[in-house]
Structures are given as structure tokens and as C-alpha cells.
């Protein structure tokens, strides 16, 4: 049985890609009433407002709270934690290391989840600890890729994850919201200016997807002296480049200075 300590938005994006694929003993604990009552009425999934009853019930525990909640839930549940547990952390900027000192064990897992996992397209991130084992990593892969796609990465890799997967859906949606905007300004509806935008996006996403570099794709529109050129101009002039790769990192070390608290 999957246990999830937090039956928030990203914790029910997991539990319906798990359901679409037929693991449905699943068992969900929150404070909230209100949010077991709509998981159970969606899904079907058992339900508890204890913490200690998932542990007793479930071998992976996926943690899906608030990282200034942890230790509140560390000290529920921290004295049930057995080795036939495997613990597997959502909470952003929880370092694996101090998961290890609040719930006294090896078989760990840090997950960067993002939010298109509630559309079933998102892209997790894992971190095994030192005493995970392989079959953990399996267990936690299979749980992840119900929600899109999963990369395995060493934990020093976590900020930049963060700064670019996890802030990266808001980083696409203000350029794609600045394009839709030029649309209107230039006299589109914003119906229109929107829908030509979102159809736009998604076919380049497909196209890099298939085989395209992001370099090939961009030659191939841009001839030269013309609109895609001049336009890609001012984008330079205005240091579009330098300004996106500034803020990715600026998030990154927000990150990092979030994890040390």
C-alpha cells in the first residue's frame, strides 16, 4: 500500500495518475476534512486523520506536506518508521540529510514534482539517499512516471531543479501571457492573441520534443531580413537571454538559501 502523509494538489495529481494506472491501495491522511472527504468521493481511497494509522497500513510513505510541517509530523510518527518503511519526500528545500535526523532512516527519497504533474505531464525529480535501495528507486520511479516524466539526479542537483523545473511552468507562462499581450496590443481579441499563442507553444514543444534542437528550430523560421529576424533582433537588444538565464539562477539560490533554514 502507497501511505500519503497530505492530501494537498500535488498529492492528488499523484493518486490520479496512479489510479489511471491501476494501483489504487492507496491511503490518505490529512488535518483537512474537507480534502479527505473530496479525495474519497473522487477517487475511492481510504482515508484517515491519523498520520500513525498510515504508517501502520503502508510500506512507502510519500510525504506530501509543507516543509514547515515536518517536523511536526516527524515527531507523529517518527517512533513507527521501521526498515520495511521507505520514505519519500515532496516538501521542497528539505534536504535529505535532515529528513535522515528527523525520521531516523537510510531509505529515503527526495522528489521535485511540478505542477503540470496535475495535468499528467509534469517532470519529478529524484534524489535517492545513501541507504535507498534499488528497488526503492523502482517503487518511487513507478509512483512518479504515472504523472509524467522522471529523471534521477544527485542531490546537489536540487536547486537548479527547482530553479528551472519547478519555477520553470511560471517562467513559461509570463513569456507565453508577454506574447499574448503583444497580440492584442497589435489588435487581436484575447481570445485570439491567447489561443494562437497556446497552439504556437505547443507545436514547438512537440517539435523539440521529436528531434529538433532548440538552435535548428530557431533557424529554420528565421529567414534572412525578415519578420522572425527583426523580431528576434529586439529580443537581443532587450537581453532576453541574459535576463532568463539570470533569473533561473536567482531562483537557484533562493533555493539553496530556503534549503539551509
Request: glycine share 10%; proline share 3%; charged share 25%.
Amino acid at each position: 500500500m502507497i501511505g500519503f502523509i497530505g492530501g494537498g494538489n500535488m498529492a492528488e495529481a499523484v493518486i490520479s495518475g496512479l489510479f489511471e494506472r491501476g494501483r489504487k491501495d492507496v491511503l490518505v491522511s490529512d488535518r483537512r476534512a474537507e480534502r479527505l472527504s473530496h479525495l474519497k468521493k473522487r477517487f475511492g481511497v481510504a482515508t484517515t486523520s491519523d498520520n500513525r494509522e498510515v504508517l501502520s497500513s503502508a510500506d512507502v510513505i510519500v510525504l506530501a506536506v509543507k516543509p514547515h510541517d515536518m517536523e511536526e509530523v516527524a515527531a507523529q510518527i517518527g517512533d513507527l518508521i521501521s526498515q520495511r518503511h521507505l520514505i519519500v519526500s515532496i516538501a521542497a528545500g528539505v534536504r535529505l540529510s535532515r529528513l535522515s535526523e528527523l525520521f531516523g532512516t537510510g531509505r529515503l527519497i527526495r522528489v521535485m514534482p511540478n505542477l503540470p504533474a496535475t495535468v499528467g505531464e509534469g517532470m519529478s525529480v529524484l534524489s535517492p539517499a545513501g541507504g535507498a535501495r534499488k528497488k526503492d528507486l523502482d517503487a518511487a520511479v513507478k509512483i512518479f512516471s504515472s504523472v509524467g516524466e522522471v529523471m534521477i539526479l544527485g542531490e546537489e542537483s536540487m536547486d537548479v531543479v527547482t530553479a528551472l523545473s519547478g519555477s520553470g511552468p511560471a517562467f513559461f507562462a509570463y513569456y507565453i501571457e508577454a506574447l499574448a499581450e503583444a497580440g492584442v496590443r497589435m489588435g487581436l481579441s484575447a481570445s485570439e492573441a491567447l489561443s494562437l499563442t497556446l497552439q504556437t507553444a505547443l507545436g514547438t514543444v512537440k517539435m523539440l520534443k521529436e528531434g529538433w534542437s532548440p538552435e535548428g528550430l530557431r533557424k529554420g523560421v528565421t529567414s534572412p531580413g525578415g519578420t522572425t529576424a527583426e523580431g528576434l533582433y529586439w529580443l537581443e537588444r532587450n537581453s532576453l537571454k541574459a535576463a532568463v538565464k539570470e533569473a533561473v539562477q536567482a531562483a537557484a539560490e533562493r533555493a539553496a538559501e530556503l534549503s539551509r533554514r
